[in-house]
């Protein structure tokens, strides 16, 4: 069985840095693209981060780029999203998943990925 593991969760001032972090068990992430997502309550989920396999390309949903860096460290088996001058509207709970098998184009909906981990909650005070 797959799971993710989040964590990294942190209440934080506008301007400051966090970062998460995904580690994974069940499956080599080696063999996969993996994403970020948040969701806000209420809301679903927003595409925040992905990176493929070997960390070749990633790509960023348009309200987090020049600000987060996904990166992946498989040796270790993790994940990870380096958050950067974080705003308020960045609060929401944060999660990583695994893209689904046969996806060809670049993945960035919640039903393109799998094997969802729990979250880990973001807040940003202003």
């Known amino acids: 069985e797959v799971q993710l593991v989040e964590s990294g969760a942190g209440l934080v001032q506008a301007g400051g840095s966090l970062r998460l972090s995904c580690a994974a068990s069940g499956l080599a992430i080696s063999t996969t693209a993996m994403g970020w997502f948040r969701q806000r309550p209420g809301k679903e989920h927003e595409f925040v981060a992905r990176i493929t396999r070997s960390a070749t390309y990633t790509h960023y949903g348009d309200s987090v780029k020049g600000r987060f860096i996904v990166s992946r460290d498989n040796a270790k088996n993790t994940l990870y999203l380096q958050m950067n001058d974080l705003r308020p509207n960045d609060t929401a709970l944060y999660f990583c998943?695994?893209?689904?098998?046969?996806?060809?184009?670049?993945?960035?909906?919640?039903?393109?990925?799998?094997?969802w981990g729990q979250g880990t909650q973001v807040t940003v005070s202003s």
């Open positions: 998943a695994v893209q689904r098998p046969g996806i060809g184009a670049v993945a960035t909906t919640a039903e393109m990925y799998e094997s």
